[in-house]
């Protein structure tokens, strides 16, 4: 999917991959804004206790750092917005900094996703996603583990990219 052009990397994306990134990227800027809630397992797991035997401490920590961190993953989800071609699929061109920027809102966006999915580090995803399917194709779970699967999938392409 991605590849090298010169300085830039390089992707041409169908109608739907730019809906379903238009509407994840959407989903990540809510979730940090009005849904911003320390009680949400995905803000936990996107915002991580530093100190979690030292509420204090890790209450002092946030103090100092979480606008910054909160306002940098907005940022990061606004580079693929940004990015993205109008309605219309197209081509999507990179700088290294756009890069950089796609490949840790694409791993915060997986980061939420697995958690309301409940993935977990030896999750097979190919067997879940058989599973979901045999119990109904027409599910939104089938539907959201794919979605997950293609941000993986799209991230490792634009890594690769990045490395070659």
């Known amino acids: ?3 090298r052009r010169g300085e830039r990397y390089v992707a041409t994306l169908a109608v739907d991959e730019v809906r379903v990134l238009r509407k994840v990227a ?3 800027v809510g979730l940090l804004t009005e849904g911003f809630d320390h009680t949400d397992p995905v803000v936990g797991r996107l915002f991580p206790e530093v100190y979690p035997d030292d509420a204090a401490g890790t209450a002092e920590f946030r103090k100092y750092t979480e606008g910054d961190l909160k306002t940098g993953k907005i940022d990061q989800a ?5 990015a993205l071609p109008d ?3 197209g081509e999507v061109q990179l700088d290294a900094e756009a890069a950089e920027a796609w490949l840790r809102a ?4 997986r980061l939420a996703m697995g958690v309301r999915l409940e993935i ?4 097979d995803l190919g067997a ?3 599973e979901a399917v045999a119990a109904d194709p027409s599910s939104s779970r089938v539907f959201q583990l794919s979605v997950y699967a293609y941000l993986g999938y799209l991230q490792e392409s634009l890594l690769n990219a990045m490395i070659d």
């Open 26 to 28: 959407s989903e990540v």
């Open 87 to 89: 309605s219309a699929g």
């Open 128 to 130: 879940e996603l058989d």
């Open 106 to 109: 694409l791993n915060d966006a």
């Open 1 to 3: 999917m991605f590849r």
């Open 78 to 82: 606004g580079a693929i917005l940004a």
């Open 120 to 123: 977990k580090d030896g999750t």
